[in-house]
């Protein structure tokens, strides 16, 4: 969630010209769109090899092994993101996108792997397009609305914190996070959604598409998360 990214030119999308925020708009949704058509390719390819079975065979030997793949990822995430924000070369912005849509896609594989064999490939049409609905709603919400979502972005680095303190003690203590500890987390990632969609105009400036698309990507990703694992709970086989 990036809040005061503003690079070279030392403005924001909000104060340049209608047309230079058009394009920015168009721009930064057209580089969302192609993140999660990677995403899905990759995925696609992952799933014709042994790689997720394999994955979660290892996550299965260990419950610290998840704290492993969690360390990795934010330490992923935190490079990607400044890479994709660098004000001086766009081939590392794209390196930061493309970086974050692995690391996505390597994180999410035991997810997909458990849902499709515990609750059928039905749950991911279900979830895919409920959390498409979800964001087209808030993002339109967010796009008509006209309002700074700032505000939302100390909400936002507070409940980071407790929602990982809450997964590092399901991890060390061994219990289960259920479907409200996931509906609070959908809640969580639609106002990870408004708040990084009131950035799009409001933080970033015009040649930071690629960083802002990395933002919304990674809410609509963490929507998709834990819409999926609501479906998947709900839709278990027997």
């Known amino acids: 969630m990036n809040n005061n990214m503003y690079g070279a030119t030392n403005f924001s999308v909000a104060g340049a010209a209608a047309d230079t925020r058009a394009a920015f708009v168009r721009k930064t949704y057209i580089h969302l769109a ?3 058509l ?3 390719v990759l995925e696609a390819a992952l799933f014709q090899t042994a790689i997720p079975e394999t994955f979660v065979g290892l996550l299965g030997a260990s419950r610290y092994a998840w704290l492993i793949v969690m360390g990795a990822f934010m330490g992923i995430s935190y490079l990607a993101e400044n890479w994709a924000n660098s004000d001086t070369s766009e081939q590392m912005q794209y ?4 970086l974050y849509v ?3 896609a390597f994180i999410f594989v035991p997810l997909l792997y458990m849902a499709v064999n515990m609750a059928g490939p039905e749950v991911l049409i279900t ?3 409920m959390t498409i609905l979800l964001f087209a709603g808030l993002t339109y919400s967010a796009m008509t609305m006209g309002k700074d979502f700032s505000f939302l972005g100390s909400v936002l680095k507070v409940g980071s914190f407790i929602a990982l303190g809450v997964i590092l003690c399901s991890v060390l203590f061994g219990f289960t996070l259920g479907l409200i500890f996931s509906a609070v987390m959908v809640l969580f990632a639609a106002a990870a ?3 990084n969609t009131s950035n799009v105009l409001l933080r970033y400036n015009p040649t930071q598409h690629v960083a802002a698309s990395l933002s919304l990507f990674a809410s609509i990703a963490l929507l998709f998360w834990y819409i999926l694992r609501i479906v998947m709970g709900m839709s278990r086989r027997d």
């Open 38 to 40: 990677a995403f899905i």
């Open 127 to 129: 979830s895919a397009g």
């Open 34 to 36: 192609g993140a999660i």
């Open 193 to 195: 959604v408004l708040y």
């Open 95 to 98: 390196a930061g996108l493309g």
């Open 102 to 104: 692995v690391g996505e």
